[in-house]
Nanobody, 115 residues
Framework: VQLVESGGGLVQAGGSLRLSCAAS????????MGWYRQAPGKQRELVAT????????NYADSVKGRFTISRDNAKDTMYLQMNSLKPEDTAVYYC?????????WGQGTQVTVSS
């Protein structure tokens, strides 16, 4: 499975961005997908996940109510709608996908929120 992110950029605090992650390859093997982020000097952390079957979602407390994860199964694409962005949301955002036996990562996309 290959994952390609897009949609990062620079935005002012309070603004919005939408990230996309296009998946290709043996996507039928996937159990779920998600977004992680890594800020400078910090560990990579979970942002949100979504199952490929029922579409159940899970969010980090820090983004609940502001971010929405979704998936278009027909396009094999996952999205992260980010609203009310804060400077502390600044990080490299990574797309993640997992099957029973493997985990896949995208190359990451930079999100910078200015105050």
């Amino acid at each position: 499975v290959q994952l390609v992110e897009s949609g990062g950029g620079l935005v002012q605090a309070g603004g919005s961005l939408r990230l996309s992650c296009a998946a290709s390859g043996t996507t039928f093997t996937l159990n779920g997908m998600g977004w992680y982020r890594q800020a400078p000097g910090k560990q990579r952390e979970l942002v949100a996940t979504i199952t490929t079957g029922g579409g159940s979602t899970n969010y980090a407390d820090s983004v609940k109510g502001r971010f929405t994860i979704s998936r278009d199964n027909a396009k094999d694409t996952m999205y992260l709608q980010m609203n009310s962005l804060k400077p502390e949301d600044t990080a490299v955002y990574y797309c993640n996908a997992f099957s029973t036996f493997q985990t896949y990562w995208g190359q990451g996309t930079q999100v910078t929120v200015s105050s």
